[in-house]
């Protein structure tokens, strides 16, 4: 997400997202790694079994609808910022320096359309 805001904020632009459909849940670095740190201790402490293999969904410090998403690049940087369809947003970015995996990691989502699950945490 970060590298969006920031080539959002770069090139001036916001991807017209309103018919994107589902929900994206940021959580900083320094939250998850925590998060991760304090599991980490509280199972070597109650001596859980050593070698396995454990999964973990850290989230929720902000939850955006992906409709929403070109708002909340705006209101986030605070700036006036063009809205330009995700298609040439895409390329605008890309031509900026995004990077070419994140490229094209949007442009297929804006090509099939995917829906993006709400994350519930317990």
Same mark, same amino acid.
């Given at each position: 997400?970060s590298?969006?805001?920031?080539?959002?904020e +770069?090139?001036?632009? @916001?991807?017209?997202t *309103?018919?994107? +459909?589902?929900?994206i849940?940021?959580?900083?670095?320094?939250a998850?790694?925590?998060? @991760?740190?304090?599991?980490?201790? +509280?199972?070597?402490?109650?001596?859980?079994?050593?070698?396995? %293999?454990? /999964?973990?969904? !850290?989230?929720?410090? %902000?939850?955006?609808?992906?409709?929403?998403l070109?708002? /909340?690049?705006?209101? *986030?940087?605070? !700036?006036?910022?063009? %809205?330009?369809?995700?298609s /040439?947003? @895409?390329?605008t970015?890309?031509?900026?320096?995004?990077?070419p995996?994140?490229?094209?990691?949007?442009?297929?989502?804006?090509r !099939?359309k %995917? $829906? $993006?699950?709400?994350?519930?945490? +317990?």
């Amino acid at each position: 997400m970060s590298n969006l805001f920031e080539y959002a904020e +770069k090139t001036r632009t @916001i991807p017209e997202t *309103s018919s994107w +459909k589902g929900y994206i849940n940021t959580i900083s670095v320094e939250a998850a790694a925590t998060m @991760i740190v304090e599991l980490t201790l +509280k199972r070597n402490s109650i001596n859980s079994e050593h070698g396995l %293999v454990h /999964h973990m969904y !850290e989230a929720s410090e %902000v939850e955006i609808e992906l409709s929403d998403l070109g708002a /909340h690049m705006r209101r *986030s940087i605070g !700036e006036t910022l063009r %809205v330009i369809s995700m298609s /040439h947003w @895409i390329d605008t970015v890309a031509r900026a320096g995004l990077n070419p995996l994140l490229v094209a990691y949007l442009q297929r989502i804006d090509r !099939e359309k %995917v $829906f $993006f699950l709400r994350l519930l945490l +317990k």
